[in-house]
Structures are given as structure tokens and as C-alpha cells.
């Protein structure tokens, strides 16, 4: 199956959020294969990352390692002006971009503990982030085909909300699929061949989900190398007709 649907060329790939946990994963699953030509992979300590300092020794030419902090806006316009001097056309962005107890932010259980920072933190990382980072990149994803992938999270789902807590986390990525389903449209008009997805990694072993991992049922904690394995198929068949959609690891449509 080629990486993205109707893809004729080698890939250019662009992994936001690349240093750690699924994003890594990502990296490391699509340099083994031979339709990636190169991988930018951004995060704030992508030059730190010691998985992405071996994933570069291993691929050196194949890999661009960029240090950027995706909150700032004027980081990705240098992010975007960096990638366009290698590159006129990337196939597939996908963010991976999010926080849930780190960078300020709090898993809140209540009400009481929900305070206007923390709020900030969850918007700034979760929602406003990649949806800015999809502005700076779009003149790169003006060719055919390209995919615009960003990892949500089912607990966005307003319809699939049984359980309460976590108001910043579930409300920043509730805001991150509007945005993403609101630039779908647009993106249809700007370039019909191209695919904007809202993804449920299912829950993953990393440093994100690590203090809640307890009550996770058995078998039910993936690794990050099983999560992009399904995340690589679900982007390699979901397109243009899909976009603008919420789609868990295992092909199954999330209710908003
Ligand atoms: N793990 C799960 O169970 C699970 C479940 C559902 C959804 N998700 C979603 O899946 C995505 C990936 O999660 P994960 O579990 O892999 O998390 P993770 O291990 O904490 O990795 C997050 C990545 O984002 C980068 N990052 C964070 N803030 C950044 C910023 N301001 N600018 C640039 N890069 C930044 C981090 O790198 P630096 O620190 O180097 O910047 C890191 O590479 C998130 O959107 C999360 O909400 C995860």
C-alpha cells in the first residue's frame, strides 16, 4: 500500500512532535520504508533526542532534524521557510503535537481544579498549534496528493463523553477537530487531492499517558510501534473523499 493514497513519487514527510512516544514511532516506521524519500522531524528537543539521533545515524541523508516550539508562531514561519528551501511539496505532515499533564497542563478530575492557565496550556499545545502549523506549511501541501494527518484523541469526542474529567485536554482536542474539519473545506477548494484527518492513536505507552496507565485494560496499552504501524495503513488508505473525518487506529469512524 503507498503511504498515501494516489502517490506516485518518492515521499517528503514532515513529523511534528517527532522527538518521543508515537511520533518517534512514526519516524522510525517510515524511514524503513523505501516510498519516504526524507522526513523532517520537528519537536522542541529534536536535536536532544537521542531516538532521533540514532534514527539519523542510521538514515542521515533521509533525515532533517529541526528544533522548533510549535507554540510560536514566528518559529513555524521558519519552520515553513526552512522546509521550502529542501522541498516544494510535502506528501504527508502529520502532528503529533499534544499534552495532557505536562507544560502546565493538568488531567483535571473537577471543576476545582481547573484554572485559566491550565486551559491556556492544553489550547495552546493541543489545538492551536497544529492548526497554525497546517497555515504555515499549506503552500507546501498545494500539490497532489497531500495529507494533513494531526493525532486528536477519542476523549474529544463530545458524543463518546460518559466518563467527565479531563475539561482541558478533552476541550482542546474537541477545538482541534473543528479546526481541522474547517480547514478540510477550505483545503477542498485550495486542493481537491487533499486530506485533512483528525486520528485516535488508541492508548499508548508513552510519556503522555504514563501517569494514567493504570486502569488500561490488559492488552489494551499499545506500543508506539504498533500505534504508527496503524496509523501508517489508516493514512495510506484514508483520502480526499475521507477528509475533513475522525478516525480511530483501527479504520472505525469517532462519533464528534
Ligand atoms: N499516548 C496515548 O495514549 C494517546 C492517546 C490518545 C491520543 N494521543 C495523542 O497522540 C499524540 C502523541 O502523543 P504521545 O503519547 O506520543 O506524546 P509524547 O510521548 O508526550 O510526545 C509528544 C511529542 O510532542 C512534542 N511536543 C510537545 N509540545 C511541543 C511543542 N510546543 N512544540 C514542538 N513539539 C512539541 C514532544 O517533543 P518535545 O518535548 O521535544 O518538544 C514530543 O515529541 C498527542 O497529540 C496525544 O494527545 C496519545
Redesign the pocket.
Known sequence: MSLIPNLTDKANVLV?????????ALCGAMLARDDVSRIWA?????T??DGLAELSNQHSERVVLID????DEGALAALAAQVAQGCDHLHLVI??????H??GATAEKSLAQLDLAGLQASF???AF?PILLLKHLLALLRKQPATFA??????GSIGDNRLGGWYS?RAS?AALNQLLHTASIELKRLNPAATVLAL??????????RPFQGGVPVGKL?E?AF?AQCLIELVGQLGPSDSGGFWAWDGRAIEW
Open positions: 511534528c512532535g517527532a522527538s518521543r512516544g508515537i511520533g518517534l520537528v519537536s522542541r528537543n529534536a536532544h533526542s522548533c516550539d510549535a507554540r502532528s503529533t503535537l499534544g499534552i495532557l505536562q507544560d495552546a499545545t493541543n498549534a494531526v493525532l486528536s484523541a477519542r476523549v485536554y482536542k485516535h492513536p488508541g492508548t499508548t505507552d508513552t510519556e503522555l499517558s499499545f508506539p500505534a
